[in-house]
């Protein structure tokens, strides 16, 4: 296995299969590459079968256990099915963050070409909150989500972005995951490091004690240390990365852009390493860079925190400084 600087042993793989977007979410990241592209953009720099096939190859090499799909939206690209199924032979756990948008008629397609699992992004199950703020309809993404259920691409994950006009959906979201089985609910703070709007953050900690207070049981997964709220038939797990020097500790994913550039951390793009072209060696290469280069956003951006002296192999604490004082953000108490 990779393991950074800081400890951290990377074994999951995120792809960015398209800068491309049949919607146009208020908050999008877009993997912090900037606003995303209309369906219809040129796309020819996109990442081929032929690259994610040699990229999965390498990660399989250096331990990396799994892949997730994402974009952009993913399912703008026709050829989805065939990057799964390159993807599945060299690391079997592949799943896929959607917008659902157009899932009902490629689930299955996707199931058999060897998907696991998926994620749905969903902020609201009204209508017209739901256009107001992923600019799209809200039916075609519960159809989506009937069709993922019905594959058996479970547990689908109902991804829902936690900022000041979603904050009144929580209870309507977890009646929503708690009537169907098979579905699970994923809050994500939003994070204003990439999108201009900091007035849209909330307090996390009020969330965090809303669940705690309301949840029937509270578990810690091993994975992440992310903790998982039981609400009668409902689970609700909370990703609170933005400022919390705890996520970054645990976090063994790296990423790939549409156009194939390595990239440690969502929050930074001055860390890309291009594959292209690469023979097998350089690639490996590559791969060894951009671990290298890995650092932890938050908290980790201070210069008083010490990386141990050397890339290796795993099993080291992490020193990210717990105390280190996080930087400052407007909307947050
Ligand atoms: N288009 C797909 C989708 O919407 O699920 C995949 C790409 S999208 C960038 C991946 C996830 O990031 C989605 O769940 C989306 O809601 C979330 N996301 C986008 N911008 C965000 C932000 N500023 N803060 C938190 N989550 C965000
Ligand atoms: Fe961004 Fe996904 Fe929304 Fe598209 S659907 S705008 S990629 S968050």
Redesign the pocket.
Known sequence: MLTDAYGRGVTDLRVSVTKR?N?G?V?????GLGPVARPRARHEEEITIAEVERLAAVAREFGIRSVKF?????LVRQDLESLVSATVPRIPDVSL???GSMLAARAEPLRDAGLKRV???MDSIDPEQFRSIRGGALAPVLRGIRAALRAGLTPVKV?M?VFRPTLDNLPALIDYVGGTEGLKLQL?????E??PRRDWAVDIGSVRRWLEENASRVRVREMHHRRVYRFDRAEVELVDPVDNPEFCSNCHRIRVTHRGELKGCLNRDDDLVPTRGLDDEGLRDAFRRVITRRVPYYGGFVTHLVPLPQVGTGGRASPVDRSASAPAGPGRS
């Open positions: 977007c919607f979410c908050y999008c990241h877009d993997e994402t974009g952009g939206e993913p963050t959607t917008n994620n749905v992004s991804n972005v994500i703070q939003f994070m204003p990439l999108v």
